[in-house]
């Protein structure tokens, strides 16, 4: 493949359906990823938006280096793009290169502090750092700027109380883990880390 909408280049082998299984047991063949390439060309969507779209799914598919390529190539162009910089900053986190995240985040949030996506990247680099004061802190940023009772608030009070845990905040973690048990039960449906 020389050139898709000037999106990628490589060998046809990337093209392949790819039978592993992705880091979080789910599917993410690269040919899907492909297959949403060329229907987001076919739709007209946008160089900057299909590019971004393709290196997501590829992110999916654990092609972490391939992906931060494809963002950091749309960041060329537009180096102030959000999705780009919280897209590039989780494919750092993937990619254990925690101090560089950590810096694109601080400026992403510096600029826009209600960036859920940024906070909930950032709770995953401080998990990964065992900072669990930043994961209680980028968690409590998240669940300020949910609205309602979302599908993720489950998920955030997890985070949390498994920072209060790690911090030793037991009498805050008896309330968290009160709020948590009166959520409706979909509890199996969540990712724990």
């Known amino acids: 493949v020389e050139a898709v909408g000037g999106v990628i280049s490589g060998s046809l082998a990337l093209l392949a359906d790819d039978p592993r299984v992705s880091s979080n047991r789910v599917i993410f063949p690269v040919s899907s990823a492909f297959r949403s390439l060329l229907e987001g060309l076919a739709e007209g969507k946008n160089d900057q938006q299909v590019r971004l779209d393709f290196a997501q799914e590829l992110h999916f598919g654990d092609r972490f280096q391939l992906a931060?390529?494809?963002v950091d190539s749309v960041l060329e162009g537009d180096p102030r793009c959000t999705r780009?910089?919280?897209?590039?900053a989780d494919l750092l986190?993937?990619?254990?290169?925690?101090?560089?995240a950590e810096d694109l985040l601080g400026e992403v949030l510096s600029e826009n502090s209600e960036c859920v996506e940024a906070w909930g990247v950032l709770g995953l680099v401080h998990w990964?750092?065992?900072n669990w004061e930043g994961v209680r802190l980028a968690a409590e940023a998240r669940l300020a700027l949910l609205d309602g009772q979302s599908w993720e608030r489950a998920g955030i009070l997890l985070e949390r109380c498994r920072a209060l845990l790690?911090?030793?905040?037991?009498?805050?973690?008896d309330?968290?883990?009160?709020?948590?048990?009166a959520l409706p039960s979909r509890l199996d449906r969540l990712r724990v880390y």
């Open 68 to 70: 931060l390529e494809i």
């Open 84 to 88: 780009g910089q919280v897209l590039r």
């Open 93 to 100: 986190e993937h990619l254990k290169r925690y101090s560089e």
């Open 128 to 130: 990964n750092r065992s």
């Open 166 to 173: 790690e911090l030793g905040d037991f009498a805050r973690l």
């Open 175 to 181: 309330s968290e883990l009160a709020e948590l048990s």
